[in-house]
Nanobody, 117 residues
Framework: QVQLVESGGGLVQPGGSLTLSCAAS????????MNWFRQTPGTQREWVAI???????NYADSVKGRFTISRDGAKNTVYLQMNSLKIEDTAVYYC???????????WGQGTQVTVSS
């Protein structure tokens, strides 16, 4: 069982930056990818970014060029650097560890990001 704990959310003005962290309770082996998702009330959870064990990354079109996902293996932590934030980035952000076969899949409890002037 893997426990994931997100932190770093908060209130930021449009154009501002935030960095989210996701700390894993154990080493995430190479069979897992690490992902960030986000969700607003009444909508489905939306995939945001992925980082594979080899370091390759990919992003949703809506955040490409503004968000950067990275990982620190020594700290079992994944980060999401968010720049040039927009009001539409407001959501609860969730960290996810997913086996390359699809299951198992582990989720954190989420952290609220609010972009508002």
């Amino acid at each position: 069982q893997v426990q994931l704990v997100e932190s770093g959310g908060g209130l930021v003005q449009p154009g501002g930056s935030l960095t989210l962290s996701c700390a894993a309770s154990t080493i995430i082996n190479s069979a897992y990818t690490m992902n960030w998702f986000r969700q607003t009330p009444g909508t489905q959870r939306e995939w945001v970014a992925i980082i594979a064990s080899g370091g390759s990354t990919n992003y949703a079109d809506s955040v490409k060029g503004r968000f950067t996902i990275s990982r620190d293996g020594a700290k079992n932590t994944v980060y999401l650097q968010m720049n040039s934030l927009k009001i539409e980035d407001t959501a609860v952000y969730y960290c996810n560890a997913r086996h390359i076969a699809g299951n198992p899949s582990y989720w954190g409890q989420g952290t609220q990001v609010t972009v508002s002037s």
